[in-house]
């Protein structure tokens, strides 16, 4: 692959490590902490990415396309500059709204409201600096600062769960230092950026506006996907009985996810990156071709793996206490992999600038798949929820095959039969009882 190089090798050997010190963490919060505390602790966590995205306004995900059209820092300085005040504003806002009416009804002490929303304030304002490593191709420095970062995060989350009596306080301080730790280090590399001292009239007026334009409707993408995509632990705990419970299931399986998926991150990381580069449109269209045949490729080695070994993932990593995981992981592997096939198709829109087009359709996705989510879960549970989910997330990607098809821009439509074909065999195996 063209975009395969010593950069996406640089990430992809830094995912190692993190996986490595996955594989300690996982069983340690497995055998230590109780579904039900992993439940409160992970429905606290899911507001988070919404107040992340009322901070960034779509900022952030454009910050990439803006920096290499006009290399000039001044555009990462203007964003800077409208985060430190969000953050500022919004954070407290969390935490206050969060104190009264969240905390006492979920049983959270309010000592994890403070520590989440430090956590949360640091990690918007250390987000476009840390960043910036990728916009100037620096992806060497990205992968050690981001390495070192969950190494910290791993070895204090492991230290204090074992010796922590409150086990909930322990998760969270560990959220906290890996946060503190990305915000010294920008200090160190990004001083300037981190602390914006942007400066009125240091970019044309028409620039601004056109980041506003570009940006806004990727906020309400973003909001929508999160809904869309981000929202299962809340939809669990509005409709659905022993709640948090199954928002601990469920949260043990988006980490086994994370450990099975880390690998990819950084292909897609330089992808990323790349895909808003001066490339023609014939290139990236095959190294899209290339990308979604790795995804499908890793979706079926990951499904023949997982059937195989599934004694020993629930003996040494899920252990008895999170079996029920097991099946809520399969069809969030299919589900992972249908979404990493639509953001590759959609990234040809997003270069061209047509990011209305790509919030318009996932706001229609996101809308439908919210409210018939929502409406089984109520009826039936949570598999069946996801199973719904995993057949939406691949009509979606479906759906941007045909825009592409329409703009002219041809991808081989067997990619797309075999990626159906995988996420209709998922759900059969389930149904089956098979995994």
């Known amino acids: 692959m063209k975009f395969l190089d010593k950069d996406s090798l640089w990430i992809t050997f830094s995912n190692v490590i993190k996986l490595v010190f996955g594989f300690l963490v996982v069983p340690i919060i497995a055998r230590n902490v109780a579904p039900e505390q992993l439940g409160k602790l992970d429905l606290l966590l899911a ?42 504003i919004l954070v407290l806002i969390f935490f206050v709204l969060f104190s009264l009416f969240g905390a006492s009804k979920m049983s959270i002490p309010i000592l994890i409201v403070v520590l989440y929303s430090i956590s949360l304030f640091l990690e918007n304002i250390s987000f476009l600096p840390q960043n910036h490593f990728l916009n100037t191709n620096d992806f060497q420095k990205y992968s050690v600062t981001s390495t070192i970062s969950t190494i910290v995060r791993y070895s204090f989350t492991l230290l204090l769960v074992l010796i922590m009596t409150d086990k909930l306080i322990a998760l969270s301080l ?6 503190l730790y990305l915000f010294l280090v920008n ?38 996907g999160l809904l869309y995509q981000s929202s299962d632990r809340l939809l669990l705990a509005y409709f659905s009985p022993d709640n948090m419970v199954q ?14 998926t880390v690998g990819l991150s950084g292909l897609f990381t330089v992808w990323g990156v790349r895909a808003f580069e001066n490339y023609s449109d014939d290139i990236l269209m095959r190294e899209k071709e290339k990308l979604i045949g790795m995804m ?30 097991f099946p809520i992981s399969i069809l969030l592997i299919g589900t992972f992999v249908n979404n990493r096939v639509r953001e590759i198709l959609e990234k040809y829109f997003l270069k061209k600038g047509n990011s209305k087009l790509v919030a318009s359709i996932f706001t229609y996705f996101g809308i439908f798949s919210v409210l018939i989510s929502a409406f089984l879960l109520y009826l039936f549970d949570l598999q069946t929820m996801l199973i719904f989910r995993l057949l939406i997330a691949s009509l979606h990607a479906i759906t941007l095959f045909l825009f592409l098809r329409k ?13 159906v074909v995988l996420s209709i065999m998922i759900v059969v195996i389930m149904k089956l009882g098979m995994l």
Not at 62 to 78: A, L, P
Not at 174 to 179: I, K, P
Not at 303 to 323: Q, S
Request: aromatic share 14%.
């Open 47 to 88: 507001y988070g990415p919404f107040v992340n995205q009322f901070i960034s306004m779509g900022l952030t995900n454009s910050s990439t396309k803006f920096y290499k059209e006009n290399e000039d820092e001044n555009v990462i300085k203007f964003m800077q500059h409208k985060i430190w005040i969000r953050a500022s």
């Open 174 to 179: 560990g959220l906290l230092v890996s946060s």
């Open 187 to 224: 200090i160190k590399y990004h001083k300037s950026l981190l602390f914006s001292n942007y400066q009125e009239n240091s970019l044309h007026l028409d620039l601004i506006m056109s980041i506003k334009k570009y940006s806004l409707p990727l906020f309400f993408l973003g909001m929508v």
């Open 247 to 260: 928002i601990g299931y469920l949260g043990m399986a988006q980490r086994i996810i994370g450990l099975l």
């Open 296 to 325: 499908l490729l890793v979706l079926i080695v990951i499904m023949m793996t997982m059937f195989f070994l599934k004694p020993y993932i629930i003996k040494y990593l899920l252990t008895e206490a999170y079996e029920n995981s």
């Open 407 to 419: 703009a002219k821009q041809k991808i081989n439509p067997m990619f797309m039969v075999l990626n």
